[in-house]
């Protein structure tokens, strides 16, 4: 057998060779660079947000006790240390153990301003802010509405709501406004005094029978029983006395959770009247997983001290296990766009890690504190409450 290398090179193909020659060094040049290239990018790239299906979000519990009828004690109502330096607006205690309302961060504290959030005109319509931030004319509305606080708070509190919606405010004013709105609320919603020309709460008599639960259901009272005895500062339905007046709430309650600021407000009634009620810190999912969108409660979901398991791990934490996650609240969310109606695994609840509040630690639902969630627990239901996530 003769070797290639051995057969004699006629004069015609010696130019070929020639170039071949010259070419082999630049072809290795240039796949020596590729794989320098896409050894690169193979060890530099970032594993990316996981997409929806493939973050395992909490489950809806299974079951749950429910709370005795008549609790002895109402829950009381504190003021969290707001995150991020933001004011959170909540509900003024209204008992003689109920803690002193935390001051306001000093002035020249770094205030965060939520970034303009999409407002909900309806069921699953969503437009963006009508008006652009101008904090020159916000605050000469800012003091327009304070005006207002000792003469008319129910007009008071609408400027506020609207003020604080518009966007118009720098982070200092917006958390005075905040502050105002707790401070009017704690007067106008979490108190038995029922204010004249507030479209919010009306006054009732107790007749003979009557349990918190049967006066919220024949008055139709779009919200839990016991924000009843919430507003009204009673310790237990025993409290109760034929004649007697007190405040029911007359319209439904929805929520607005904004995660750029990880702050969750709660609006009573809809549309240009609307007026905020209170404002929380909330935990949301990891990796951004906490889906966006319009929500309702999802039928028969609300629970109280509910049972877990968690689906990543499959530990299992019964109903009084204080190191159950989700905490002694859940309310299941129902998606109603196109985009988040497969979401059957979120929720609200509490927690057992408050310093998860204000962070990406969930695995997609919207976590608070134990004392914030139980309102919430109060003040949505089904099918009278919507749930806007916005970015």
């Not at 170039?19 to 690169?40: E, H, N, Y």
């Not at 109402?74 to 205690?93: C, D, G, H, T, Y």
Request: proline fraction near 9%; glycine fraction near 8%; hydrophobic fraction near 40%.
């Amino acid at each position: 057998m003769t070797l290639e290398s051995q057969v004699p090179r006629t004069p015609h193909v010696q130019p070929f060779a020639a170039a071949r020659s010259k070419l082999i060094p630049i072809t290795l040049a240039i796949v020596g660079s590729l794989a320098v290239v896409g050894g690169t990018y193979y060890f530099s790239r970032s594993e990316g947000t996981p997409s929806a299906d493939k973050v395992a979000a909490n489950p809806i519990p299974p079951a749950a006790v429910v709370a005795p009828a008549n609790p002895e004690v109402m829950p009381e109502v504190k003021l969290q240390q707001p995150q991020q330096q933001v004011a959170l607006v909540q509900a003024a205690p209204t008992t003689a153990t109920a803690t002193a309302t935390p001051a306001l961060p000093a002035a020249n504290a770094t205030a965060v301003v939520p970034s303009p959030a999409p407002t909900q005109t309806a069921l699953g319509s969503v437009q963006p802010p009508s008006t652009m931030p101008s904090p020159v004319a916000g605050a000469a509305n800012l003091a327009s509405a304070r005006t207002l606080l000792a003469s008319d708070p129910v007009g008071a509190r609408l400027a506020l709501t609207q003020l604080i919606d518009s966007r118009q405010l720098s982070g200092a004013d917006e958390l005075a406004a905040l502050q105002a709105i707790r401070e009017v609320n704690a007067k106008l919603f979490f108190s038995p005094m029922v204010a004249p020309g507030d479209i919010v709460t009306k006054s009732y008599t107790v007749q003979s029978g009557d349990t918190l639960a049967k006066i919220a259901r024949r008055s139709g009272v779009q919200a839990d029983w016991r924000i009843i005895q919430r507003i009204n500062g009673l310790k237990s339905e025993k409290s109760l006395r034929v004649g007697q007046s007190i405040k029911i709430p007359v319209t439904a309650f929805h929520a607005e959770v904004s995660k750029s600021s990880y702050i969750m407000r709660v609006y009573a009634g809809e549309g240009p009247t609307r007026v905020m009620i209170a404002a929380f810190p909330v935990g949301l999912g990891e990796f951004d997983s906490t889906p966006t969108g319009v929500f309702m409660v999802r039928p028969k979901s609300k629970l109280i001290n509910p049972e877990w398991k968690n689906p990543r791990t499959g530990e299992s934490f019964a109903a009084d296990d204080p190191k159950n996650p989700i905490g002694e609240r859940w309310i299941g969310l129902l998606g109603v766009e196109a985009h988040n109606q497969g979401f059957k695994g979120i929720g609200i609840h509490g927690t057992v890690e408050p310093d998860s509040i204000g962070k990406q630690a969930s695995m997609g639902c919207v976590r608070m504190g134990d004392r914030d969630v139980e309102m919430i627990y109060e003040l949505l239901t089904e099918p009278n409450s919507t749930i806007l996530i916005a970015p």
